[in-house]
């Protein structure tokens, strides 16, 4: 039986700048933030920076991932959506549609404390750097990992939910289909379904990241 997700509105003091949602995976619900906004990104990244000082846990994992228009022809659109997760907290930062890159996710993404997980996230992090100049420093893709630590081969081919399998030990996650299909990331305002989808996929990977990597903390 596939994992149920589901999405409802949270409470939101600041509806100008940001969009607050509580997207629920099985019996977790996960704090989700969809924002444009340079400030939004600077005040998530200060509370995961707090809540997870040097004091606290030795390089926090973050799910890292990103979605872009699908490409119709040779031309190919830059990424439109960012997501990070850590633990029940994930911000979506709508970069297209933002000024530039904030300085605080800049020096967060480049921050080495911090381990970035995610599938065939190295070509996620090239096309950040291709389309917005973005360096991502300390990154682990997750299908390398389990590769290594289950010693199957195959593992280095399977996608995040069959990851998802066989780490967390979950069946499959239900996702939106028309979302996986193909959608237009480049909308300036998400609908609900692509915010499931956006969160699920980076929550997954801080899942499956943090349970390959639990023994180096």
């Known amino acids: 039986m596939a994992t149920r997700v589901s999405i409802r509105d949270l409470p939101n003091p600041f509806p100008e700048t940001e969009e607050v949602y509580g997207v629920t995976v099985g019996n977790e619900e996960i704090r989700t933030v969809v924002t444009k906004n340079d400030s939004t990104v600077e005040s998530w990244i200060e509370w995961i920076s707090n809540e997870y000082d040097d004091d606290y846990i030795n390089h926090p994992i973050v799910g890292l991932d990103v979605e872009w228009k699908p490409p119709f022809g040779p031309h190919r659109n830059p990424v439109a959506t960012l997501q990070l997760c850590v633990d029940r907290r994930c911000l ?17 993404l480049r921050d080495t404390n911090y ?7 190295q070509s996620d992090v090239d096309k950040l750097g291709s389309d917005y100049n973005i360096c991502v420093e300390n990154v682990f893709d997750l299908r390398d990992l389990a590769a290594e630590k289950y010693g199957r081969k195959d593992l280095k081919n399977a996608g995040l939910m069959g990851l998802a399998g066989v780490v967390l030990g979950r069946g499959e996650i239900e996702k939106p289909r028309n979302v996986t299909l193909s959608n237009n990331w480049d909308l300036y305002r998400l609908t609900p379904a692509q915010v499931k989808y956006a969160c699920v996929d980076a929550y997954v990977s801080f ?9 180096d903390d």
């Open 92 to 108: 979506i930062f709508q970069i297209i549609h933002a000024d530039g890159v904030p300085e605080s996710l800049d020096g967060f």
């Open 115 to 121: 381990r970035f997980v995610g599938v065939g996230i």
């Open 207 to 215: 899942k499956i990241g943090e349970q390959l990597l639990e023994d």
